[in-house]
């Protein structure tokens, strides 16, 4: 932690070159800011060490939602920044405690990183959510339990459940 009381987040890394386009604000609304990091710049924001510091983290290491929270705010800076450059994200908590520290590390992992970003150059990651919807499964529970009272019927309610997980 800083003499500031702040710790530094960092989001990932971008090449050097690149004319990336930060979004207005990151985790906890804070600034998005680029930090030089040889041919790296690492997306960055200084956030409150008594909201976001080792302790903190350590205390909602097993809170699902507010490390969803978090995690929703990171991945949208990643994904900002995504739609105008090669970006090669970070793991969470990515908290340094200050930038001579996160430079320090860029550096000693250098080479991974340079060609980690080389493998993502390029290429748009995906997500696919399937939900279940329980209430339909419930009401084809009613459904089957009711006897049909003609071969006609059972086909037409088959039908109808086939459409329906359809």
């Known amino acids: 932690m800083s003499a500031s009381g702040s710790v530094l987040h960092a989001?990932?890394?971008v090449p050097a070159d690149s004319d990336v386009r930060l979004p207005v604000s990151g985790v906890d609304g804070a600034r998005v800011e680029t930090l030089p990091a040889g041919e790296l710049l690492a997306l960055v924001s200084p956030l409150d060490a008594?909201?976001?510091?080792?302790?903190v983290w350590r205390a909602h290491a097993e809170d699902p939602?507010?490390?969803?929270?978090f995690a929703?705010?990171?991945q949208e800076v990643l994904s900002a920044v995504a739609t105008t450059t090669d970006v090669l994200p970070f793991r969470i908590p990515g908290m340094y405690a200050d930038r001579d520290a996160l430079v320090a590390t860029?550096?000693?992992e250098r080479e991974?990183?340079?060609?980690s970003l080389e493998t993502v150059r390029g290429h748009v990651e995906w997500g696919v959510k399937v939900f279940w919807d329980s209430a339909s499964e419930a009401a084809e529970a009613t459904e089957a339990a009711e006897a049909p009272v003609s071969g006609q019927d059972y086909l037409k309610r088959r039908a109808e459940q086939l459409g329906a997980k359809e």
């Not at 939602?65 to 929270?69: C, M, S």
């Open 65 to 69: 939602e507010w490390l969803a929270g």
């Open 106 to 108: 860029v550096a000693a």
């Open 50 to 55: 008594a909201r976001y510091g080792e302790e």
């Open 72 to 74: 929703l705010e990171h």
């Open 11 to 13: 989001y990932g890394v």
């Open 112 to 115: 991974v990183l340079l060609s």
